[in-house]
């Protein structure tokens, strides 16, 4: 595997990490219970990185998330994603999802009926549970049928996505349980 760079950046959400290499960004990490744990998670999933001040289109992906996570509608189209060690279906979920504006949602079946049929509902959850650049490929606008907010594998779980939606200022349908 190649040495990736990563740095660090503040969001309203908390620290976040995103790594790079020669072809564009190939992770970001929402953040963890601290920056020192986003960090480790990081190294845990690209092994041998290095932590650098990031160059003028990294720094550019940067700016425009914590714009986005700051409550202004960046869609981030313009960031460029290597995405060629993720399968090929998944790649298909995620740049579904790149259309998606903030904002505004879509269900795991709508994705699914896009690739060929309401049956792969499934199969567009797991891709999503494996974004590997959440916020550029917004998973979190990805909600259950019913437009429930469904599962989100991020650290906080479901709350953060709710987060993440409500400063976007979407609906979603989430009536608070017990469970929650």
Known sequence: M???SF???DTAIGACGIVWGAHGIVGVQLPMSSADKTRLRLQQRYGDLVE???PADVQHAIDGM???LDGKPNDL???ALDLSEVPEFHQQVYAIARTIAPGKTLTYGDIAKRLG???LSRDVGQALGRNPCPIVVPCHRVLAAGGKPGGFSANGGVATKLKMLEIEGAYVNHT???FD
């Open 2 to 4: 190649t040495a990736h």
């Open 7 to 9: 740095a660090m950046f």
């Open 176 to 178: 608070p349980s017990l």
């Open 52 to 54: 650098t001040a990031p």
């Open 77 to 79: 189209a313009d960031i």
């Open 117 to 119: 049929g309401v049956e």
């Open 66 to 68: 914590i714009e986005l």
